[in-house]
C-alpha cells in the first residue's frame, strides 16, 4: 500500500511531458527537437490553432485575383520563426531549407512562365511553339547522343551525363543554329507564345513566398509534435475511447517506423554501403531496398502490440485511466489563442491587404 501511495504521489510531481535529466533532444514525429525548445512550452492545441489560422491568412495572400505580396512576406517572417522557435537541429533545418528551395524555384518558373498574368509592363513574349509539329532528324539530336555515351563510358554514370548533354545542347541552340533534316510536318494544337508580365512576376513571388511560409510552418508543428503530447490532447478533449485509441496506435506506429528506419539505414552504413561512390540510380535502389525489412519490421511491431494488449485484457469498451502526461494550459497558450483569432481575421475579414490594416 505504501509503494502504491509513493507511485501515484511521484507521479503527481513528476514535471509535465519532460524526458529523463540530462537528455538534450527528445524524438518527436520527425526526426527529433531540443528538449528545452520555445515552442515545447506552448501547448499542442494551441500550436495547431495558430499553423490553421497562419495558413489560411497566408492563403488569403496568394489569392490570384488579388494578391499581396508585402502581407505574404511579413506572414512568411512570422513562419520563420516560428520554424527557429521549433527546437530543430541545426543540420536538419539547413537540409530542410536546402530540400525546400528548389522546390519554391520550380514553383516560381511554373507560375512565371505557364500562367500569364496581363499586366502594364511586358517583360518577355516570345513564341516556343508555332503549332506545327516536325518529324525527322537534327544535328543537336546527334549531339546529345554522343555526349550522353561518352560520358557514360567514361564516368559510368547515366543521370549526370544526360544533364549535361541536355544544357550543352541547350545553350548551343539559343546561340547557333544548328543543322535539320525534316521528313514530315503536322499541325497540332495552337500556337504558344511565352509571355511575362510585371503582374505575373508578383504573382509567381507571391505564390513562392505564401508556399515556403506554409511549408515551414507545417514543418515546424511535425517536428515539435511528439506522439506523447498528442495522446495527452486527446484525452484532454474527451474524444470517445476507441478514436482516442486508434489515433494513438497510429502515431505511435509512426514513431517506431522512424525508429526502425534510422536502426536499418545505421546497419546498412555499419556494412559499408557506401564505402564506394555510387550514381543516382545505385543509391536510388539502395533506398528501395529498406522496403523490405521494414514492411517486416511493420508486421513484427503489429503482432506485439496485439500480444500486449491482450495480455493486458484491454478492451475498447473499458473505462480510461487518467493520462498524467498532459500538458496544462498557460498564460502564453492564451497569447498564442489570442495571435490566432488576429490572423483568422486577417484570413476570413473584409480586409485583404494587410499592410493598410497595420497602417
Known amino acids: 500500500m505504501a509503494s502504491q501511495k509513493f ?24 526526426f527529433s527537437r531540443r528538449v528545452n525548445a520555445p515552442l515545447a512550452q506552448v501547448h499542442l492545441l494551441a500550436r495547431l490553432i495558430f499553423v490553421l489560422c497562419l495558413s489560411a491568412a497566408q492563403l488569403r495572400t496568394i489569392n490570384t485575383a488579388h494578391p499581396d505580396l508585402s502581407g505574404a512576406l511579413l506572414l512568411w517572417i512570422v513562419s520563420i520563426g516560428f520554424f527557429t522557435l521549433s527546437g530543430m537541429h541545426e543540420k536538419v533545418a539547413r537540409w530542410y531549407l536546402l530540400l525546400t528551395l528548389p522546390t519554391m524555384v520550380s514553383l516560381f518558373l511554373t507560375w512565371a512562365l505557364f500562367n500569364p498574368v496581363p499586366g502594364h509592363v511586358i517583360l518577355v513574349e516570345k513564341p516556343i511553339y508555332s503549332g506545327n509539329v516536325a518529324f525527322g532528324f537534327s544535328f543537336w539530336q546527334v549531339l546529345w547522343l554522343a555526349v550522353v555515351v561518352i560520358y557514360y563510358l567514361w564516368r559510368r554514370a547515366l543521370f549526370t551525363g544526360i544533364l549535361l548533354a541536355s544544357c ?67 484525452m484532454q478533449l474527451r474524444l470517445p475511447q476507441p478514436v482516442t485509441f486508434f489515433l494513438s496506435t ?48 511493420m ?23 487518467d493520462y498524467y502526461e498532459t500538458s496544462p494550459w498557460r498564460l502564453i497558450d492564451w497569447f498564442v489563442l489570442v495571435l490566432s483569432l488576429v490572423l483568422l481575421y486577417l484570413a476570413l475579414g473584409p480586409h485583404p491587404d494587410l499592410p493598410s490594416i497595420l497602417v
Open 168 to 234: 550543352l545542347t541547350l545553350l548551343l541552340t539559343s546561340f547557333l543554329v544548328l543543322p535539320s533534316w525534316p521528313i514530315a510536318q503536322i499541325h497540332l494544337f495552337h500556337p504558344l507564345t511565352l509571355q511575362i508580365s510585371d503582374r505575373g512576376l508578383m504573382l509567381a513571388l507571391t505564390k513562392m513566398v505564401g508556399y515556403s511560409g506554409m511549408m515551414l510552418s507545417t514543418v515546424a508543428i511535425v517536428v515539435t509534435s511528439r506522439d506523447t503530447e498528442l495522446i495527452g490532447l486527446l
Open 250 to 297: 497510429v502515431f505511435r506506429a509512426l514513431n517506431l517506423a522512424v525508429a526502425d528506419y534510422e536502426t536499418i539505414y545505421q546497419a546498412q552504413i555499419a556494412r559499408a554501403i557506401n564505402a564506394r561512390p555510387r550514381s543516382f540510380i545505385r543509391r536510388l535502389r539502395d533506398f528501395s531496398s529498406i522496403a523490405v525489412p521494414m514492411v517486416a519490421m
Open 299 to 321: 508486421i513484427r511491431r503489429s503482432s506485439e502490440i496485439g500480444d500486449a494488449l491482450l495480455a493486458r485484457g484491454y478492451t475498447l469498451q473499458q473505462k480510461s485511466t
Open 7 to 30: 507511485l501515484v504521489q511521484s507521479t503527481k510531481d513528476k514535471p509535465y511531458l519532460q524526458p529523463p535529466p540530462g537528455r538534450r533532444f527528445v524524438r518527436s514525429f520527425l
